[in-house]
Antibody, heavy 115, light 110 residues
């Protein structure tokens, strides 16, 4: 069974940093492209970042470019999101999702509150 | 990158068909075959229901279908059922190699 499990969400002050993790199981992580997507309370989905299988192709939404960094460890079957200079408007549930042109598997999300 | 526009809400009676539009630009929806649709129930993770404009993943009901014309993609739900009441989002690949979600549509079954 495919599983993606996010962790690392917490309450953090504006200007602070946080690192989210996404543990993958049930599929070959090393050949899967991955993404981070977030959803602010009561709002829609927002795509944040993409990383290819080896980390050589990385893209960000303008809203997080320069503040967030996506990375992966294929040996650990894990995806990461380093979030710096956090703002109140970054408060959201953060999902990791597998996919290139679409997102076929999603985690349940981890809540980040900036306040 | 602006989000493709979806109607905020669409409603229908059980058994009816409804269509949700997703209007973008030639730099996203209109420029690529990589349009997908997601269903999200409250408190749950999104679920992929259509990919590459009109393809249904295994296990997704055939009542869901997708299409695209120019800069507008559409999701049709036929034979509307109570369990279809949820939020629906389109998503597209973009000319900047990023991805973008639509504004989202709440479907209500009357």
């Amino acid at each position: 069974e495919v599983q993606l499990v996010e962790s690392g969400g917490a309450l953090v002050q504006p200007g602070g940093s946080l690192r989210l993790s996404c543990a993958a199981s049930g599929f070959t992580f090393s050949i899967s492209t991955m993404n981070w997507v977030r959803q602010a309370p009561g709002k829609g989905l927002e795509w944040l970042s993409y990383i290819n299988t080896v980390g050589t192709a990385i893209y960000y939404a303008d809203s997080v470019k320069g503040r967030f960094t996506i990375s992966r460890d294929n040996a650990e079957k894990s995806l990461y999101l380093q979030m710096n200079s956090l703002r109140v408007e970054d408060t959201a549930v953060y999902f990791c999702a597998r996919g290139l042109s679409h997102f076929d598997y999603w985690g349940q999300g981890t809540l980040v509150t900036v306040s | 990158q602006s989000a493709p526009t979806q109607p905020a809400s669409v409603s229908g009676s059980p058994g009816q068909s409804i269509t949700i539009s997703c209007t973008g630009t030639s730099s996203d929806v209109g420029g690529f075959k990589y349009v997908s649709w997601y269903q999200q129930h409250p408190g749950k993770a999104p679920k992929l229901i259509i990919h590459d404009v009109s393809n249904r993943p295994s296990g997704v009901s055939s009542r869901f279908s997708g299409s695209k014309s120019a800069n507008t993609a559409s999701l049709t739900i036929s034979g509307l059922q109570a369990e279809d009441e949820a939020d629906y989002y389109c998503a597209s690949y973009t000319s900047s190699s990023t991805r973008v979600f639509g504004t989202g549509t709440t479907v209500t079954v009357l």
